[in-house]
């Protein structure tokens, strides 16, 4: 049903890699409205697997004329069911993608036949007509080469600020120039994704802002008074191969907005207020990558860091200074006002994250409630003793410095590289905690940078104390430190709280491994809560429930909105964060405390489409993956069970006692108990788990059986995964929409601190190929 006419509405657009979604809320930014267009199910034509199309070579690519058919698709259905002249401002983000135009005369935006689809008019203009998404790997020699050329990772990093990883903008147009020669010369402009977006909304070609360009490898940030911001001509001439070229792509990319965000970048086209009903003064905002607006729709506190699940993993946090470096990636705050003093994001990110946790499910168990369950009964480090601890990296993909050249599957026993671990169980929490345990470390090299100021981690936000009391400070001398530059032990550091999001923070086991490893309490957005209770295992939010970066679009609107009618939002006494927090304690207050709506009309359990939302690789297979397949011993149900009861069933070298396993926290759910020397049954954290991409195959369904899966293989009957509920929550936390789903558990934290040396010894030898 249309909303009934009142407040103004606020819309935003996120283009993902499996869907184009829209949000919209209010002045109070209460959720009025949600729309999506899934590209696998809705655009069949194309015939995408989750939103792309994976070709040998690591390439991963998606047509941009289904971006553009989805867009029509998006706001046909959006004006059928809302007023849209009700909507005063547009926001948006997108996935990183570089759209190629070609140098043919395109047709003007803002001339364009409102009668027909947009996709009917532009359709035939680029250059190249799939472009490379997030990741996408065939650019990785490509950008380890142009980081060589620079003097390596850290020169790099302080000329441009970033190193080398495969998505780089700055790699893909190096790629292009010398694999398709004749693509790059018709080429006359590319585009961000999120450009690319903003460009059909307002008619007119638009410029990236800063934020984005501190991302591409070829954008030099200035911090000097009097010194703007600039492309980099040498990092250009070596793209382009010479300077007449470099030359070109500056031209290309066109201008950067260094404004921050707070502004209008335009209106809406006139075709789109004649085909659509929008109101001709509706204004657009600045677009920006999906990890930022996701980031801009938590708000986050100094205090905090996002985790964001999904193909690729990522932990963001504020950071007040720019001191570029190799290990991390800092962008200046894609909304903030000029007269603010420069806020930053800094970001660390892992390439092997859904498809790893997809392969070790596929491999070691048959359905994502089992995988769940070993998470949640198997002790910290895969074994109860203090020297025997199991630890493995899965490095399917090159990833971020320092693992840029590492490649593999890597797993080790009492120190010593093993092809496979004794019992098999351990396999997907040793998996887990690898890539926790690797947050945790580079955030702690992170911190001994200086980027986030001199008081860091929890020390920034003295109002939530550390579950650890009385704990003795340890000398932060290396040589106390077991040959570590920071203190394993100690927890000041670390993020005082954990937001998190994504389709892995739906499982309660790999929810407590977070909170455990960093030490910190969990929250995550109710609307992912509700959604996640309906179908846990996707990245994609259920029918009627709203994306978060789309919702970050559109706060960014309202914000941008307000500063322009001069309200509160506009006098510059607050920045983003504080005007978000601002309406939405105003809107608490004038509902008596009830919380923010999670979804509209949302049609019962089952609804989604199987299938739709996946981004591994492996999801198309059609049977179990052939990855792994010598050591693959699928875990039913009835083993975990076994295992819980302390049987040790199918070779268990835990020598677990009974009742293992049958640890429970406040509510009610399995809670892994704790490898310190003496088990303490510590009932802190919620248990088990679920993720982000759907059952290997199965088609996407959480069983195999009802999914119509191959007919090799034999109908599996599973337990229904269990997704993460709410846990007591504070009133500010929920204000925001935020709420608790696990507590840190301190016997926990000391056990993985203990295992932390080790953890980066190992990660030593890989990087310098001794294993």
């Given at each position: 049903m249309p909303p009934k006419p009142g407040s103004s509405l606020f819309l935003g657009l996120e283009l993902a890699t499996d869907q184009l979604r829209a949000s919209i809320v209010d002045e109070n930014l209460e959720l009025v409205g949600v729309e999506s267009?899934?590209?696998?199910?809705?655009?069949?034509?194309?015939?995408?697997?989750?939103?792309?199309?994976?070709?040998?070579?690591?390439?991963?690519?998606?047509?941009?004329?289904?971006?553009?058919?989805?867009?029509?698709?998006?706001?046909?259905?959006?004006?059928?069911?809302?007023?849209?002249?009700?909507?005063?401002?547009?926001?948006?983000?997108?996935?990183?993608?570089?759209?190629?135009?070609?140098?043919?005369?395109?047709?003007?935006?803002q001339s364009l036949d409102p009668r027909l689809p947009l996709h009917a008019q532009i359709a035939s203009s680029f250059s190249l007509p799939n472009s490379a998404v997030a990741q996408d790997m065939s650019a990785h020699t490509h950008a380890l080469a142009l980081e060589a050329a620079l003097g390596g990772p850290e020169p790099m990093a302080a000329r441009v600020g970033t190193c080398a990883q495969s998505s780089l903008i700055a790699a893909q147009l190096l790629r292009v120039r010398e694999a398709w020669p004749d693509v790059w010369r018709s080429t006359g402009r590319v585009q961000l994704a999120s450009s690319f977006l903003a460009s059909l909304l307002t008619g007119t070609f638009v410029g990236m802002g800063e934020a984005e360009a501190s991302s591409t490898g070829l954008w030099v940030h200035s911090t000097v008074p009097g010194t703007p911001s600039h492309w980099d001509d040498g990092v250009m001439e070596i793209v382009g191969g010479n300077r007449d070229e470099g030359r070109r792509i500056w031209?290309?990319?066109?201008?950067?907005?260094?404004?921050?965000?707070?502004?209008?970048?335009?209106?809406?086209?006139?075709?789109?207020?004649?085909?659509?009903?929008?109101?001709?003064?509706?204004?657009?905002?600045?677009?920006?990558?999906d990890y930022l607006s996701t980031y801009l729709s938590l708000c986050p506190s100094a205090s905090d860091a996002v985790l964001s699940f999904g193909p690729m993993d990522v932990l963001m946090t504020p950071a007040p200074h720019y001191l570029p470096s190799r290990l991390y990636n800092l962008f200046p705050h894609p909304a903030q006002d000029a007269s603010e003093k420069r806020r930053y994001v800094a970001m660390l990110t892992s390439r092997n994250a859904d498809v790893p946790r997809a392969l070790v499910r596929d491999m070691y168990t048959k359905s994502w409630s089992a995988f769940d369950r070993l998470v949640a009964i198997v002790p910290p480090g895969g074994s109860i003793g203090l020297d025997d601890k199991l630890f493995s990296f899965w490095l399917l993909q090159g990833d971020s410095y320092p693992l840029s050249h590492v490649k593999g599957i890597y797993r080790f026993e009492t120190g010593i590289k093993v092809n496979e671990f004794r019992d098999l169980r351990a396999n997907p929490r040793c998996l887990l905690?690898?890539?926790?345990?690797?947050?945790?470390?580079?955030?702690?090299?992170?911190?001994?940078?200086?980027?986030?100021?001199?008081?860091?981690?929890?020390?920034?936000?003295?109002?939530?104390?550390?579950?650890?009391?009385?704990?003795?400070?340890?000398?932060?001398?290396?040589t106390n430190n077991m040959g570590l530059p920071f203190d394993p032990y100690d927890y000041s550091p670390l993020p005082s709280r954990i937001i998190a999001t994504g389709a892995a923070a739906n499982f309660p086991s790999i929810a407590n491994l977070v909170g455990d490893i960093l030490n910190a309490p969990v929250v995550v957005p109710t609307t992912q809560i509700d959604a996640a209770q309906i179908v846990p295992h996707r990245n994609a939010p259920a029918v009627g429930f709203p994306a978060r970066a789309a919702l970050g679009g559109a706060y960014v609107a309202r914000w941008v909105w307000g500063k322009e009618r001069g309200t509160p939002a506009g006098t510059g006494r607050g920045g983003f964060e504080e005007e978000v927090r601002r309406l939405l304690g105003k809107r608490w207050t004038a509902a008596g405390g009830v919380p923010l709506r999670t979804n509209i009309n949302t049609p019962g359990a089952g609804s989604s489409?199987?299938?739709?939302?996946?981004?591994?690789?492996?999801?198309?297979?059609?049977?179990?993956?052939?990855?792994?397949?010598?050591?693959?011993v699928e875990v039913d149900e009835e083993d975990v069970e076994e295992l819980e009861r302390g049987g040790g069933g199918g070779g268990s070298l835990y020598g677990l006692g009974p009742g293992f396993g049958e640890v429970f926290d406040a509510a009610g759910r399995i809670r892994t108990a704790t490898g310190s020397t003496a088990m303490s049954g510590s009932t802190l954290d919620g248990p088990s788990t679920a993720f982000t991409t759907p059952e290997l195959g199965a088609g996407g369904s959480p069983n195999p059986a009802s999914a119509g899966g191959s007919s090799d293989q034999a109908p599996v009957t599973t337990t229904a995964l269990v997704p993460v509920t709410a846990l007591p929550t504070s009133e500010g936390e929920l204000q925001l929409g935020l709420a608790k789903v696990a507590e840190p558990d301190v016997d926990a934290f000391m056990s993985y601190a203990a295992i932390v040396p080790e953890y980066c010894r190992l990660e030593g030898l890989l990087v310098k190929s001794i294993v």
């Open positions: 267009v899934d590209f696998d199910t809705e655009l069949a034509e194309y015939q995408t697997q989750g939103g792309i199309f994976t070709t040998p070579g690591d390439a991963y690519t998606t047509p941009v004329e289904m971006w553009i058919q989805g867009f029509d698709l998006l706001l046909e259905k959006l004006s059928k069911n809302y007023d849209l002249t009700r909507v005063k401002a547009v926001g948006g983000a997108a996935q990183q993608a570089l759209v190629w135009w070609n140098t043919s005369p395109v047709p003007p935006l031209g290309w990319l066109g201008d950067v907005d260094t404004s921050g965000g707070r502004r209008r970048i335009g209106s809406v086209s006139r075709y789109i207020v004649e085909r659509y009903g929008f109101d001709p003064d509706t204004i657009v905002t600045p677009f920006t990558a905690e690898s890539q926790v345990l690797s947050f945790r470390v580079r955030w702690s090299r992170m911190i001994a940078s200086g980027v986030l100021g001199p008081n860091t981690g929890r020390s920034r936000n003295n109002t939530t104390p550390s579950p650890i009391t009385q704990q003795q400070k340890r000398s932060t001398a290396t489409k199987p299938g739709s939302g996946t981004s591994t690789p492996y999801g198309h297979a059609g049977g179990r993956s052939g990855l792994g397949a010598s050591v693959l």
